[in-house]
């Protein structure tokens, strides 16, 4: 995978060799070196943030500096080296569309915090790092810092960035997770990964709210992941019935990409799905105690309590399972308006007009605004001005 484009002698190489070793050992399942340098990426991301495909994502912007000269990251940086995790745990297809009383967590998901086990990991090779070169100076990242990642992995060889925006790797995949160490000294430069995607479009054929506008250019604002997880206020509602049951992100574009099919799984324990992650019902009954308890150290934590029962909301209200409607009904008298607002369209979704008169009885001396708008939405079709 490397190709020597600096000189560096014997010794060095056989350091950088034994660094690879233990990032294998680690548990890292790929690792390469990328010279400090965007190319055209950078100009790329300008404008995908000037088209303002960021949506409400303003760390992004706020980093723009930073994401776009990594010497602002880490004077002086020569080196990044890049590091994948495979997360795959389970074979996944399309039947979960189907599943309509199970909500859909992607896969990363699952279990516990990636952020955490990474961390660690990217600690310890650092510090192997610094033991080699003891007159480096260094900092780790794993999706947490204002750098591009993907085009930097793309540099180091770990693959190309398909035309969803994930990265790829010829003959394993993209269910993997990334993660980087800058160093602010040379060291050998990998062969860049060359773009194998042809003339498929079949992430971007399946894409259920078409947030792959063109091929490598993904409008966050469109799609699911952002939806569940970082978009903080209510759903669109031209997306909620192509949210499905979707609760926290989407991996329609990785499920029916062709490369994944070389996918291999992890044996990793802590990806391993935990239980009662994905009962719909069972999920709209959690307070904010039972929330706490149930996402202790999983990723799902970040939507709060609030932007999960949103999801499920859209969720139960796209399964058209009358089972539902009780506990739907008890959301109603929820302390947050988010969620509150959210359980009216799921409830009319399930009882159509007669959900009308439910709304008299529960939300008679409702004041919020965003729950007046849905409640209005859902007996009249129109939208409070």
């Given at each position: 995978m490397d190709n020597n484009i600096i000189p560096m002698n014997s010794q060095a190489h056989d350091k950088v060799n034994a660094l690879r070793d233990l990032a294998?050992?680690?548990?890292?399942?790929?690792?390469?070196?990328a010279p400090a340098q965007l190319d055209k990426a950078g100009q790329?991301?300008?404008?995908?943030?000037?088209?303002?495909?960021?949506g409400e994502m303003s760390y992004i912007a706020r980093g723009e500096d930073k994401r776009l000269d990594l010497d602002k990251v880490l004077p002086g940086v020569q080196s990044v080296i890049c590091l994948s995790t495979n997360y795959l745990t389970d074979d996944k297809d399309m039947s979960f569309?189907?599943?309509?009383n199970t909500g859909d967590v992607s896969l990363y998901a699952l279990n516990n915090d990636y952020h955490d086990l990474l961390w660690a990991r990217l600690k310890t090779l650092e510090d192997a790092l610094k033991q080699a070169f003891p007159e480096c100076t260094s900092r780790h990242y794993v999706d947490t810092g204002p750098i591009l990642e993907k085009p930097l992995a793309q540099n180091a060889g770990l693959g190309w960035v398909g035309k969803h925006t994930n990265l790829?790797?010829?003959?394993?995949?993209?269910?993997?997770?990334?993660?980087?160490?800058?160093?602010d000294i040379p060291l050998p430069y990998s062969t860049p990964a060359i773009d194998h995607c042809g003339t498929c479009s079949s992430c971007i054929d399946i894409c259920p709210t078409q947030a792959i506008v063109a091929p490598y250019v993904l409008d966050s604002r469109k799609c699911i992941s952002y939806?569940?997880?970082?978009l903080k206020g209510p759903i669109p509602i031209e997306f909620r019935k192509a949210i499905g049951s979707r609760i926290y992100g989407c991996d329609d574009c990785q499920i029916v990409c062709p490369w994944n099919s070389f996918a291999q799984k992890t044996e990793e324990p802590e990806f391993i799905e935990r239980e009662g992650t994905r009962n719909l019902i069972e999920l709209m009954r959690l307070d904010d105690e039972g929330f706490r308890n149930r996402f202790r150290k999983s990723p799902?934590?970040?939507?709060?309590?609030?932007g999960l029962l949103r999801n499920v909301a859209i969720a139960l209200g796209n399964s058209g399972n009358a089972e539902a409607i009780p506990v739907l009904t008890d959301a109603l008298d929820d302390a947050e308006a988010?969620?509150?607002?959210?359980?009216?369209?799921?409830?009319?979704?399930?009882?159509?007009?007669?959900?009308?008169?439910?709304?008299?009885?529960?939300?008679?001396?409702?004041?919020?605004?965003m729950v007046l708008e849905e409640i209005n939405r859902a007996q009249t079709g129109k939208t409070i001005k």
């Open positions: 294998h050992e680690l548990g890292f399942s790929g690792f390469g070196i790329h991301f300008q404008k995908w943030l000037a088209d303002g495909m960021a569309v189907e599943e309509k790829i790797e010829e003959g394993s995949g993209s269910w993997f997770f990334l993660s980087e160490i800058l160093v939806l569940t997880i970082e799902v934590k970040r939507t709060k309590r609030r988010l969620i509150r607002a959210h359980a009216v369209w799921a409830l009319a979704e399930l009882m159509g007009e007669n959900a009308g008169t439910l709304f008299d009885l529960k939300l008679k001396g409702e004041q919020d605004e």
